[in-house]
């Protein structure tokens, strides 16, 4: 198993001039989720801490890059990252940007991380909630281990969950590709995959072009769109999303071949994305790609 590409930080989750802060961190995955809990809020959970989110934390969520996002927490506050904000201080986000951060703070310490977009089931009883996490590889027990740095203690008895969020339960979180075969094999149905009032087939092939891409370091902004994505089923190349979701599934048996699908047009992340929430255009940046 060849874990390289996932042991440095790079792109997206190169934290630049900030990567200095992380030599202070905790060298462990529960601890550096702990850190993240104390940096960060769910921009849609803000009332659960009974916060009301400032026009400067509105604008977070639309960060793509690890550099931005710790530029904008020490710029806001220089205190060390290890310690906790207030949670109407903290940086606002989505499940994503927990992911991102966690997954360059596990790199910056030699550990394979990447961060995985799929469905999570322990958010609404029978919904799957499009979801990330991040996916690290434990060198003791050789095996890849998922990690929800986002569900804090708060959170836990929030949505009643009953499980290790440092080791998610492989039914509990299911990666877009595997979701994509539940459906397509009539295990699932379709509509129950999504957030808000978005759900289909349509909806698991964007993150299944989404997983894949991050698999090959380009973690985007879950509302990001380009490439073979798309708003209707009946438009979805159905032989291409099947053989993306065999390489997802298991990324480490084929690795030229997850690397050569990045090649596509249709899952290679342009210059330029079209930002759905803001209904906008963005550029991307960093632009480098490394797998």
Known sequence: MNLTAFRAPVALSDPGIWAVQFAALPDDAGGLAKILQ??????????????????????????????????????????????????????????????????????????????????????????????????????????????????????????????????????????????????????????????????????????????VAALNNREMLPWDVWGGMTLVDSEIDVAFIDGLARLAHAPDRHPAALRAAYDDPRIAVPSTVFNAVLGRPEAVSPLAHSA
């Open 38 to 211: 104390g940096l960060l809020i769910h921009e849609h959970l803000a009332d659960v801490y009974g916060v009301t989110l400032s026009d400067r934390q509105r604008g977070e969520p639309h960060l793509r890059s690890a550099e931005a996002i710790l530029e904008r927490i020490a710029v806001h506050d220089s205190r060390p990252l290890s310690q906790a904000r207030l949670p109407s201080e903290r940086f606002a986000g989505c499940c994503r940007h927990y992911t991102l951060l966690h997954v360059a703070m596990l790199r910056s310490k030699g550990i394979a991380a990447r961060a995985r977009c799929g469905f999570g089931a322990y958010f609404a009883k029978g919904k799957l909630v499009d979801h990330w996490v991040t996916e690290y590889f434990d060198e003791a027990q050789r095996r890849w281990i998922l990690v929800d740095a986002q569900i804090d203690d708060r959170q836990r008895a929030l949505f009643g969950i009953d499980f290790d969020t440092l080791d998610v339960p492989r039914d509990r979180f299911l990666v877009a590709g595997d979701a994509w075969r539940l459906c397509r094999d009539g295990h699932a149905d379709p509509q129950s995959f999504g957030v808000l009032d978005m759900a289909g087939l349509w909806f698991i092939a964007g993150n299944v072009i989404r997983d």
